[in-house]
């Protein structure tokens, strides 16, 4: 009998080190940055020095980790962080890309259904009610939910002046600054 108090006690011993190592391993994951994978290495005391990181403020990305619109060739990558309408379009500039911009329906529908809730790469900053997008490209295809863009219901209210989808499926609205996630887009 003792073996086997002995034998369920080893047992034990390594179960609970195997649930803890996994549950080790989701907690470091939840903390890494976007883009990277902490391995038990990574948390292990070593004898080698850390090497001295200069900060970034994102992650690397590169195309192999977005989605291809099978329609225009366009690649999108939903960035889940949530930045600031400038912070996310500098974001996409750094890797070469830009905010997501929208042609026609379907583009509209590929975009809402990669997230409803996103920055699109349109402002009238420059120019209230005069709606052009990041990339200069024609601002035809409009979308606007019912009574959008409202300027926050007030005349002259400059602060909703970033575009984003509406509460109503498909539609835009014009928001005021805030944090949203974001896309970005590379041309084929």
């Given amino acids: 009998m003792p073996f086997r108090k002995i034998l369920f006690s080893v047992w034990s011993v390594f179960a609970l080190f195997l649930f803890s190592s996994c549950k080790f391993m989701q907690v470091m994951e939840s903390l890494a940055p976007i883009g990277t994978t902490p391995t038990l290495a990574s948390v ?99 979308p606007w939910a019912e009574g959008e863009p409202n300027n926050c219901g007030l005349p002259d209210c400059a602060s909703e002046s970033y575009l984003t989808f509406h509460e109503t499926p498909l539609k835009w609205s014009d928001v005021a600054a805030q944090e949203l996630p974001f896309i970005c887009e590379w041309d084929e």
């Fill in 44 to 142: 292990l005391p070593s004898e080698t020095p850390a090497p001295t990181l200069t900060p970034t403020l994102f992650p690397t990305a590169t195309l192999d980790r977005g989605i291809q619109n099978p329609q225009n060739k366009h690649w999108y990558l939903l960035i889940r962080q949530e930045r600031s309408f400038r912070t996310a379009q500098e974001y996409c500039r750094g890797m070469g890309a830009y905010l997501v911009t929208i042609a026609d329906e379907a583009e509209n529908r590929f975009v809402y259904e990669l997230s409803p809730v996103t920055w699109l790469g349109a402002t009238d900053e420059s120019a209230e009610g005069q709606w052009v997008w990041v990339t200069g490209e024609p601002f035809n295809y409009t």
